[in-house]
């Protein structure tokens, strides 16, 4: 905290947390409260402040009853800080755990606070924390036709940035709108790329622990098909099922629980597969990149074909072909070739950012 705390001195502090923005076990607002620095307010991403709301859902502004600060909602409508909601505002603060796939909301919630701190000359530091998938870089590069809150940029689904590596990359390519920035990384200490970080708290409620981590980014395309990824089970991106998958020798049955209050086919009997139980298994199962053979082999099982995909397929693909060469039979080996040139380029882009070796 010595290399940051003096940047707080008599200025007016909004902080963009959530439950992983702690020190030693005490929510960032609450530590620095006790330090004497001026908050104004905490804007929340997806999941919201305290981190329980289901996936997608409507956040509502409020107030923190801990700390009687407003909270704004930085999801759904209001994605980016208005200048009214920044007139009493000197600082951001991003302190956010995030997992480091494309479809993860947290780097689009970065992109447009970078956005609003230019246009408002406001200063943003990222108080940076490692990336518990940083040693991967992988998937398919973004179509910008697919550009959405789950993809804003042309990166790969595993893209191995820190988010104070990703801001650096956002500013420094030009990919924001108004590159003139007053940003400050405060990076970590003994992390490099190579690193096993694990998370200490749970990202969002979903992402229960590491094993659910390390699968995420090959599961989560789960998310724009019929399959429940086991939302509303004790192990949400640890399985996959559905009703009508055939030959499958394991089930579950999603029901109502916390962040998963109506998961997809809730109250049915799910044949399907547990792909790992432990971080060590969904380690050797993913062979540090992206697995499509859960995917390819999910589509091959389902009778109904032309029921499988919903059209949100495509933005979590990041392209409008990734469906079709599913549909054609193409074998993992010749999909992964078709991003090969893309994720290249985007190696050496990466390259030029990196903070930590």
């Keep these: 905290m010595d290399s940051y705390l003096h940047l707080f001195q008599n200025k007016r502090v909004a902080l963009v947390v959530n439950p992983t923005s702690q020190v030693n076990g005490v929510l960032l607002p609450d530590t620095l409260l006790k330090r004497n620095v001026h908050i104004t307010k905490i804007f929340s991403p997806e999941h919201g402040f305290r981190g329980n709301a289901d996936a997608g859902a409507t956040v509502q502004n409020g107030i923190d009853p801990k700390t009687n600060l407003p909270v704004i909602s930085l999801y759904g409508k209001n994605k980016k800080p208005s200048p009214e909601q920044l007139k009493d505002v000197d600082i951001i603060v991003y302190d956010l755990q995030d997992v480091g796939a494309r479809f993860y909301t947290y780097i689009s919630t970065l992109e447009y606070l970078l956005d609003a701190c230019a246009e408002n000359k406001k200063q943003l530091i990222i108080l940076d924390r490692p990336n518990p998938l940083g040693f991967i870089v992988d998937g398919p590069v973004l179509d910008k036709k697919q550009k959405s809150f789950v993809g804003m940029q042309s990166i790969p689904v595993i893209y191995g940035m820190t988010p104070g590596e990703y801001a650096k990359m956002l500013i420094g390519e030009k990919w924001i709108v108004n590159n003139k920035v007053d940003l400050t990384v405060v990076p970590c200490a003994n992390y490099n790329h190579k690193s096993h970080y694990e998370l200490p708290i749970a990202p969002s409620p979903n992402l229960k622990n590491m094993t659910a981590i390390y699968l995420y980014p090959s599961l989560c395309f789960f ?135």
């Excluded at 062979?287 to 059209?311: G, H």
């Excluded at 409008?320 to 994720?343: H, P, V, Y």
């Design 223 to 357: 998310e724009g098909t019929v399959i429940s990824i086991g939302r509303g089970t004790d192990f949400p991106f640890q399985q996959y099922g559905h009703p009508k998958l055939q030959n499958q020798g394991y089930g579950f049955t999603p029901k109502s629980t916390e962040g998963a209050s109506n998961p997809p086919l809730k109250g049915q009997y799910c044949l399907g597969e547990k792909v790992a139980d432990s971080p060590e298994e969904a380690l050797l199962k993913t062979d540090d990149r992206l697995n499509l053979k859960w995917l390819l082999k999910a589509y091959a099982d389902f009778p109904e074909k032309d029921q499988f995909f919903i059209s949100y397929f495509e933005k979590l693909a990041g392209n409008d072909i990734l469906r079709q060469q599913i549909i054609s039979g193409k074998s993992e080996a010749e999909i992964r070739q078709s991003w090969q040139t893309d994720l290249d380029k985007f190696k050496e882009i990466r390259q030029k950012y990196l903070i930590y070796k």
